[in-house]
């Protein structure tokens, strides 16, 4: 079993939508949780990182972390074409991983016209 | 400024030859990390390295795959006697870090080197 799930997708919503995109964990030593966004043939982006249980929110994105549950989101209000690319969650334990970010292995969204 | 510079961008190669992958991070970025993106799988840490101290190589695959990091700037990714497993995009990061955990300064990545290995 992996350490982070996520759903590959892909997803396709309608320009407008709102997008939920989720990834579970395995391990409660994983504490820094981020969302990259990354386009076809470039490299991930950093989108929005959140160390608390709670809502995060910057712009049109929301990230939510439920730590009791193990469960982190990525919510996309008003979603645009533009908005199409893979999401990849990725986090971060405080002891004994090192500096390291473990990903889940992204849902790829499409946001059509 | 410029981001993380990765080259060549795509690289094919036959089965047994050795490869060299290259980084370029953002300057004064202390912190450089090499990660494997194959279809399906996600990205897969390789090794990183941080200022003057030892690399962690933990998640190099095998000893085909060496990686140096020279005057603490360019790294070289090396992959020996290729295996078409060794297919995948691998992608550089950097971040300007001196300690503490990559949350505080995030990761640039490089738009990576897509290897293909026949």
């Known amino acids: 079993q992996k350490e982070v799930e996520q759903d590959p997708g892909p997803l396709s919503v309608p320009e407008g939508a709102i997008v939920s995109l989720n990834c579970t964990y395995s391990n409660s030593a994983f504490q820094y949780f981020m969302w990259y966004r990354q386009y076809s043939r470039k490299g991930p982006e950093l989108l929005m990182y959140t160390y608390s249980s709670g809502n995060k929110e910057d712009g049109r994105f929301t990230a939510q972390v439920d730590k009791s549950s193990k469960y982190i989101s990525l919510f996309i209000r008003d979603s645009q074409p533009s908005d199409s690319a893979t999401y990849l969650c990725?986090?971060?334990?405080?002891?004994?991983?090192?500096?390291?970010?473990?990903f889940g292995t992204g849902t790829q969204l499409k946001v059509e016209l | 400024g410029a981001g993380v510079s990765q080259s060549p961008s795509n690289k094919v190669t036959e089965k047994g030859k050795d490869v060299e992958l290259r980084c370029d991070p953002i300057?004064?970025?202390?912190?450089l990390y090499w990660y494997r993106q194959s279809l399906g799988q996600g990205l897969e840490f390789l090794i990183y390295f941080q200022g003057n101290s030892a690399p962690d190589k933990s998640g190099l695959p095998s000893d085909r795959f060496s990686a140096e990091r020279t005057g603490g700037s360019v790294s070289t990714l090396t992959i020996q006697r290729t295996q078409q497993e060794d297919s995948a995009v691998y992608l550089c990061?950097?971040?300007?870090?001196?300690?503490?955990?990559?949350?505080?300064?995030?990761?640039?990545f490089g738009n990576g080197t897509r290897l293909t290995v026949t």
């Open positions: 300057s004064g970025h202390t912190a």
């Open positions: 990061a950097s971040r300007r870090g001196t300690g503490g955990a990559s949350y505080n300064s995030p990761l640039h």
């Open positions: 990725a986090m971060i334990r405080l002891t004994g991983g090192g500096n390291k970010l473990t």
